[in-house]
């Protein structure tokens, strides 16, 4: 098996640095009537990034939208739509890397990386979710060129006593996700609890992953954690929040309050498709360059020394990639 040589590896991590960042149905649950608390107060509504350079991507939630700590623990993410082979395998170390595939696409992807027994097949309504620790190599490239994965790429940062822990990967497919039905609303319960179901998804720390599809008119309740970070993102339609219009490619943040804890999203147009990410804050120093986070410039210089030196092991490019070589 052939592997990337320390030159290559250091193309990789500047490719990496310059991008920025079974047929059984779905088990359903009627939502019950929670007892009404006091709603939480929308901080800031932020329009999420655009550049029409980047071809596939549709928009970007980037640090600089809500300043420091606005989106911890989360780090970033970009909603995509990709259908053909973008990067080759690249290093990610001291962050969980998570693909999350809406339902509406018409292709898959197929991971591969440094740690797993064998590729995994990521289709739409799937989640991967990687955590990779100390550091890890992987590569994701459309299954079929040409048929086109329509998804969330979201960047979690890890606890400071788990960045050095070893990889790991957890998946849920399409069929086995948890959904909640709503009086005109559908809500898929990708990771935490909304209403009576509850995901059993070990992510390094706790959180919520909603995608929440509404008609005009329909309101999807949603008790949070008033010490959560809640983020909103609209991405198709409008909704208000919590009384608080937020249209198209734009993100509402929750901050943690002393509060209430209650959210409730109404949808203002036909269709209507939002991203609810909410999470605890870890509150701790942030330092990134591209695809490795760490909390000190001497944790960043450890895992570019372990990823050129080929500690986080060794992974060949799919044939796509060897070609274009």
Not at 98 to 105: C, H, I, M, P, S
Request: glycine share 10%; charged share 20%; aromatic share 6%.
């Amino acid at each position: 098996m052939s592997s990337v040589p320390p030159q290559g590896r250091r193309e990789v991590l500047q490719l990496v640095v310059s991008a920025g960042v079974a047929a059984c149905a779905p088990t359903r649950h009627p939502a019950r009537r929670q007892e009404p608390t006091m709603q939480r107060p929308v901080t800031a509504v932020a329009d999420a990034l655009r550049d029409a350079r980047v071809d596939f991507l549709i928009a970007r939630l980037h640090p600089s939208m809500f300043g420091p700590g606005g989106l911890d623990p989360f780090l970033a993410g970009d909603e995509f739509a990709m259908s053909r082979p973008t990067f080759p395998p690249h290093p990610h170390a001291g962050f969980s890397a998570v693909t999350w595939a809406f339902e509406d696409g018409d292709g898959a992807f197929t991971n591969r990386d440094t740690f797993s027994p064998g590729p995994v097949q990521i289709g739409p309504g799937a989640l991967h979710w990687t955590a990779s620790g100390g550091g890890m190599v992987h590569e994701e490239i459309p299954t079929v060129p040409g048929r086109a994965l329509h998804g969330l790429q979201l960047f979690v940062d890890q606890p400071r006593a788990q960045k050095q822990s070893a990889p790991y990967a957890l998946h849920t497919d399409a069929r086995d996700v948890r959904v909640v039905t709503h009086e005109g609303a559908r809500v898929r319960v990708m990771a935490g609890a909304h209403h009576d179901a509850r995901v059993t998804l070990a992510t390094p720390s706790p959180v919520t992953l909603l995608d929440v599809q509404l008609t005009r008119g329909a309101t999807v309740p949603h008790r949070t954690d008033p010490a959560d970070n809640v983020l909103v993102w609209v991405r198709r339609g409008a909704a208000k929040v919590n009384g608080t219009t937020v249209r198209t490619h734009q993100v509402a943040r929750l901050a943690p309050t002393t509060a209430g804890g209650d959210l409730a999203i109404e949808g203002l147009d036909d269709r209507n498709e939002v991203t609810l990410l909410q999470g605890r804050p870890l509150g701790q120093p942030v330092y990134m360059h591209g695809p490795f986070v760490g909390t000190s410039p001497d944790e960043i210089r450890g895992y570019i020394d372990r990823y050129q030196r080929g500690a986080m092991g060794e992974l060949t490019p799919s044939a796509v990639f060897q070609r274009r070589g």
